[in-house]
């Protein structure tokens, strides 16, 4: 995979991309938001630093996820009133992509699903069934989150978002969905959640005394 | 956290976080790092919200003197299942149940990468608990919900309780509050145990495994011995029970190689007639007089068993008969006697029978040689004529013994079972579904 190489227009400092799909990435130096655009890079943003301990995931870790190699390439950080998670972009070898969340060491990996007619904002109830690709879901609760900050290259401009609304579906396996309702049109992904162990993920960040 | 200088890439991260309570002043680590979302100062015991930089306070609480410390200190690293993980937490929970508080101990811990994991512990008695990957589904068939299926198993519900939270200490991964009351239901599949908890519109699942108070103290390297475990708990493994299976399979094996052998010796049996003679005893004939000898027989081969089979046309009356078997040669003798009684009739429940016209009796381990028996006949002094017939059989099988073989066989899975028995039955008496007592006297 060829990495298009560019500089960032606010300080110069060099923009490697990792994932050729990549819209939008932070220049690691000063924290402006670039999006691409045909010809060059347009800075939309800046963000603060992201804390960095809520995650054990940082850019770069490694994984495998179904035998396919992975490199995280980007990152959004919610919170909520019961703590907070991280949304990781993956690279995936094939050129694909997925989602690795991460709350509070809990981990899953999605894929968007589109094509699906989806509920609105205002049709949302805690208990609602849904179908999709054969697994039945049930509406199990409504989050009201807090985008707190993007790091790393996304697959879309995603940035000057504050409350985030996002409904938690689950099924009798360890599948899951998520309604994203980020953008005025819902999103629809669905995952499944992960044993640390099977993600064989190098390139951790380390902690003090923890191995 | 924003004032903090920026790591140089590749650094570790440092895994405990210093603050201060803005309360009481003290010094606070934060060992969860950034994963925390309440932790309680361990000076004045206000429970901090971890996510803010001041630590807001949430609420602080009348500290109880603790009597009850945690038995594992914070701070303390266990390796659980193969993973290190740390002490951060830890809340002392009641229920009650007819006015008395039954209050156990829970501990939660973290690893920075595993995330969480939680310690509970009642009078001895552990479970290593994490959060359900996969939702459990209630069978909802009766209104009230008795069973649950986790993983392909099913748990059969335990108890349905208000559990409060007494006593917070350290950090937790959820908003704490003491005074919070959730709605618990236990469903239990021994070692394992499926947990709800209900509070404020949210349910969270948690599986559990039983473990011994030792495998606690060896995993934590923690001093002295922990705590007797004091009764039975809800999901504590049977000692028995996973064995009974094996013991009836032993018993059916056992069994099965018995019959096998009973069948066996029972076609090598000769069964070999060696005598037979009719006799008539007249009626009004005195009673207890009339011995006599029969002619000798041969008993050839080896020592074996002797059959001495007694026919006799009997109807509503009785004959007894004194045998004598006696060794022409040696003189050894065998004294036996038996009766041969057969009545019938028809009374309101129509017609009955009693004893039989036949009887029979083995004598054991007779040596071979020339042999008579001496016959004394006794009958109720008003009997009719009796006609009888003797006859003698050697080496016939002894299917008797096989009857006490098969009985002693018995004892061990009938014990064994009768323990599970009781280790269910005491079990199950604290649940919500305590068994019927066996006998109206129990429990007096």
């Known amino acids: 995979m060829t990495k298009p190489v560019s500089n960032c227009p606010n300080c110069g400092a060099r923009i490697t991309f990792q994932w050729s799909s990549s819209v939008q990435t932070v220049c690691e130096y000063c924290?402006?938001?670039?999006?691409?655009?045909?010809?060059?890079?347009?800075?939309?943003?800046?963000?603060?630093?992201?804390?960095?301990?809520?995650?054990?995931?940082?850019?770069?870790?490694?994984?495998?996820?179904?035998?396919?190699?992975?490199?995280?390439?980007?990152?959004?950080?919610?919170?909520?009133?019961?703590?907070?998670?991280?949304?990781?972009?993956?690279?995936?070898?094939?050129?694909?992509?997925?989602?690795?969340?991460?709350?509070?060491?809990?981990?899953?990996?999605?894929?968007?699903?589109?094509?699906q007619k989806?509920?609105?904002?205002?049709?949302?109830?805690?208990?609602?069934?849904?179908?999709?690709?054969?697994?039945?879901?049930?509406?199990?609760?409504?989050?009201?989150?807090?985008?707190?900050?993007?790091?790393?290259e996304l697959p879309f401009e995603y940035w000057d978002k504050t409350d985030v609304l996002f409904a938690d579906l689950r099924s009798a396996s360890r599948k899951f969905a998520t309604l994203d309702y980020s953008d005025e049109e819902p999103a629809l992904y669905l995952g499944e959640l992960v044993e640390f162990e099977d993600l064989k993920m190098k390139n951790l960040r380390q902690f003090e005394g923890w191995s | 956290m924003s004032s903090s200088p920026p790591l140089p890439p590749g650094a570790p991260q440092p895994a405990v976080k210093a603050l201060f309570c803005p309360k009481c002043g003290a010094a606070i680590s934060l060992r969860a790092l950034g994963q925390a979302v309440s932790a309680v100062c361990g000076s004045c015991h206000s429970i901090l919200d971890a996510k803010s930089p001041q630590l807001q306070i949430l609420q602080t609480?009348?500290?109880?003197?603790?009597?009850?410390?945690?038995?594992?200190?914070?701070?303390?690293?266990?390796?659980?299942?193969?993973?290190d993980y740390e002490t951060i937490g830890f809340q002392r929970r009641s229920i009650k149940v007819e006015g008395v508080q039954y209050s156990w101990h829970e501990y939660v811990l973290f690893n920075p990468y595993k995330g969480f994991r939680y310690l509970s512990e009642y009078q001895g008695h552990w479970n290593d608990v994490a959060v359900c990957k996969e939702q459990p589904v209630i069978d909802t068939r009766f209104s009230i919900a008795l069973s649950a299926n986790y993983l392909g198993e099913t748990y059969r519900h335990f108890q349905s309780t208000n559990a409060t939270t007494d006593f917070v200490l350290g950090e937790f991964p959820w908003e704490v509050r003491v005074g919070e009351q959730a709605t618990t239901t236990d469903y239990v599949h021994p070692p394992r145990m499926l947990s709800r908890e209900q509070a404020s519109g949210e349910e969270s699942w948690s599986i559990g495994e039983y473990m011994e108070g030792k495998d606690v103290w060896s995993a934590f390297h923690?001093?002295?011995?922990?705590?007797?475990?004091?009764?039975?708990?809800?999901?504590?493994p049977s000692p028995v029970g996973p064995n009974i299976k094996s013991v009836w399979a032993a018993f059916a094996l056992f069994a099965l190689a018995l019959f096998v052998f009973m069948i066996s010796f029972d076609l090598h049996a000769k069964k070999e007639p060696v005598f037979s003679a009719s006799y008539q005893l007249n009626t009004g004939q005195p009673v207890g007089e009339a011995s006599f000898v029969t002619d000798t027989f041969d008993l050839s081969g080896r020592t074996s068993t002797v059959e001495v089979k007694t026919s006799a046309d009997l109807q509503n009356n009785w004959i007894y008969l004194n045998y004598v078997l006696i060794n022409q040669d040696t003189g050894e003798a065998w004294d036996f006697g038996r009766e041969v009684s057969f009545y019938t009739g028809y009374d309101s429940d129509g017609s009955w029978k009693e004893g039989g016209q036949q009887n029979t009796v083995i004598v054991p381990s007779v040596p071979p040689g020339k042999y008579y028996l001496r016959i004394e006949p006794e009958a109720d002094p008003r009997h009719p004529r009796i006609s009888y017939t003797v006859e003698v059989i050697r080496d016939v099988p002894v299917n008797g013994y096989y009857g006490i073989g098969f009985l002693v066989l018995l004892i061990p899975p009938i014990m064994i079972t009768w323990r599970a028995f009781s280790f269910e039955r005491s079990r199950w008496s604290e649940s919500d579904h305590p068994p019927m007592p066996i006998l109206n006297s129990e429990g007096n």
């Open chain 1, 31 to 115: 924290k402006s938001i670039l999006v691409r655009t045909d010809v060059d890079l347009k800075k939309v943003g800046e963000v603060a630093d992201l804390p960095s301990e809520t995650s054990a995931i940082q850019l770069n870790t490694e994984g495998i996820y179904k035998n396919k190699a992975f490199v995280v390439t980007g990152r959004i950080l919610y919170e909520y009133d019961q703590g907070g998670w991280n949304e990781w972009l993956v690279a995936m070898n094939d050129g694909t992509s997925a989602w690795l969340s991460d709350a509070q060491e809990e981990y899953a990996v999605s894929f968007p699903l589109s094509g």
């Open chain 1, 118 to 152: 989806l509920p609105a904002e205002s049709q949302l109830q805690v208990g609602q069934q849904f179908n999709w690709h054969g697994e039945s879901y049930s509406l199990s609760a409504i989050t009201k989150a807090h985008y707190r900050g993007v790091q790393g």
């Open chain 2, 61 to 83: 609480f009348e500290k109880i003197v603790s009597s009850d410390p945690p038995l594992i200190p914070l701070g303390t690293r266990g390796r659980i299942r193969g993973t």
């Open chain 2, 222 to 236: 923690l001093p002295g011995s922990p705590p007797e475990a004091i009764g039975i708990y809800e999901n504590q």
